[in-house]
């Protein structure tokens, strides 16, 4: 059965052991809709009976694999199959007709008529570059998606459902002669093809049917990279003293030398793997290593005695004067509870605690001029505060007896 912008008048009409079909049909068709709807009779918009259009009806069809003889054509790969395949959700033998902006009303496009016939006004209004060239085309496409199902779904000698797929045509590079079926592969000589070389460009088979491409490089012959086979520059070209390549992992800076041999000079840094600012990729050593307890600068100016803690960061210890201007912590040394408060009423935003080691033992959020920190819970000790508000960072020592 095939379906052209047609409805099913009652679904349950519809059973297992029916018939294979087919539906053309146009999503946004005003007048018979494509799921479930309304009949709407055109020009005079009555409506007339609630139906099933043949989106739903196909998508009935398959749950009852009515259509299993599509499958097989459905993997064909023509042109037709995969346009279908694009919008119907998988329902073999659906065909929606896509409109395009402007024409959804447009629910019958391979129709047309002359100008004398009584239908041309309202035909018209629906489908306004109604012709016989368009008619046609749309018929060629209903033709090209309907045959090969209906010949698959007769089983008639040939079918496209039974036999080898591949490339039929004799005169293509890859004609299959045990093929059956056409699946549309052919290719022919003069054909974009990728002959696997990425030195070469617009690659294309020959009358051999051998797939080959433009080879391009540098083609100016003085160059270090001169390529005497290459049909088209590609930029390419290097001079002594220009950057390359030399594929060797261990060097940097790699230059054409004067006889366009290309080297460059073995990669610097920290080889000692217990250094702070280790890097594994250096092969020479450049004395720059960092080890703990090296000294350092950490960017603050009232900090003094910058080095190197456990964690490889750089800290320093904040001068008296600066504490006294700044914050009040006391009592200093504690047994427990020790008050740590702003001198300049500005808020505390964070405390962050550590061991002289430089071990860190938490951060502590305050958003206040004032913090009652407990360290009860803390061995006996020396411990580092680091103080932080929105414009001072001071770090001051702590010990707890």
């Known amino acids: 059965m095939v379906n052209m912008g047609g409805a099913l008048g009652d679904s349950s009409w519809l059973d297992a052991g029916d018939l294979p079909m087919i539906s053309f049909h146009a999503p946004t068709d005003p007048f018979a809709p494509y799921q479930i709807g309304t009949v709407i009779v055109p020009g005079f918009n009555l409506p007339v009976v609630e139906v099933s259009g043949s989106g739903h009806v196909q998508e009935m069809a398959n749950n009852f694999n009515l259509n299993s003889s599509f499958q097989a054509a459905d993997n064909l790969g023509d042109n037709y199959t995969l346009q279908a395949n694009t919008y119907n959700n998988g329902n073999y033998g659906l065909y929606p007709l896509n409109r395009p902006t402007g024409s959804e009303a447009d629910s019958a496009p391979w129709e047309w008529w002359n100008a004398d016939n009584p239908n041309n006004a309202n035909g018209l209004l629906t489908n306004p570059d109604m012709s016989m060239a368009k008619?046609?085309?749309?018929?060629?496409?209903?033709?090209?998606?309907?045959?090969?199902?209906?010949?698959?779904?007769?089983?008639?000698?040939?079918?496209?459902?039974?036999?080898?797929?591949?490339?039929?045509?004799?005169?293509?590079?890859?004609?299959?002669?045990?093929?059956?079926?056409?699946?549309?592969?052919?290719?022919?000589?003069?054909?974009?093809?990728?002959?696997?070389?990425?030195?070469?460009?617009?690659?294309?088979?020959?009358?051999?049917?051998?797939?080959?491409?433009?080879?391009?490089?540098?083609?100016?012959?003085?160059?270090?990279?001169?390529?005497?086979?290459?049909?088209?520059?590609?930029?390419?070209?290097?001079?002594?003293?220009?950057?390359?390549?030399?594929?060797?992992?261990?060097?940097?800076?790699?230059?054409?030398?004067?006889?366009?041999?290309?080297?460059?000079?073995?990669?610097?840094?920290?080889?000692?793997?217990?250094?702070?600012?280790?890097?594994?990729?250096?092969?020479?050593?450049?004395?720059?290593?960092?080890?703990?307890?090296?000294?350092?600068?950490?960017?603050?100016?009232?900090?003094?005695?910058?080095?190197?803690?456990?964690?490889?960061e750089c800290h320093g210890t904040v001068g008296v004067l600066e504490v006294d201007q700044l914050f009040a912590v006391y009592p200093n040394p504690t047994d427990g509870l020790v008050i740590i408060g702003s001198n300049l009423g500005e808020a505390i935003q964070t405390i962050t605690l550590f061991e002289t080691s430089g071990r860190l033992i938490g951060t502590y959020s305050v958003n206040a001029s004032q913090f009652v920190f407990d360290m009860s819970s803390?061995?006996?000790?020396?411990?580092?505060?680091?103080?932080?508000?929105?414009?001072?960072?001071?770090m001051v020592r702590l010990e707890k007896r």
């Open 135 to 312: 008619g046609m085309t749309y018929l060629d496409t209903i033709q090209a998606y309907v045959a090969p199902r209906l010949m698959c779904a007769l089983n008639l000698p040939g079918n496209p459902c039974s036999g080898i797929s591949g490339c039929t045509a004799m005169e293509a590079c890859n004609y299959n002669p045990d093929a059956t079926i056409e699946d549309f592969s052919c290719v022919f000589p003069g054909e974009p093809c990728d002959d696997l070389d990425a030195s070469t460009i617009n690659d294309v088979f020959g009358t051999d049917c051998v797939c080959a491409g433009m080879l391009v490089g540098c083609m100016e012959p003085t160059a270090c990279n001169y390529n005497a086979a290459a049909v088209m520059d590609d930029g390419s070209c290097g001079f002594p003293g220009d950057p390359c390549e030399d594929g060797d992992p261990n060097t940097t800076g790699e230059l054409f030398g004067s006889d366009c041999t290309c080297g460059g000079g073995l990669i610097t840094g920290c080889t000692d793997m217990t250094a702070c600012n280790y890097d594994p990729a250096a092969v020479t050593d450049d004395g720059s290593c960092l080890q703990v307890g090296d000294a350092c600068d950490d960017g603050l100016a009232t900090t003094e005695n910058d080095v190197i803690d456990a964690n490889c």
């Open 378 to 394: 803390l061995n006996d000790g020396i411990y580092l505060a680091t103080i932080q508000t929105k414009a001072n960072a001071r």
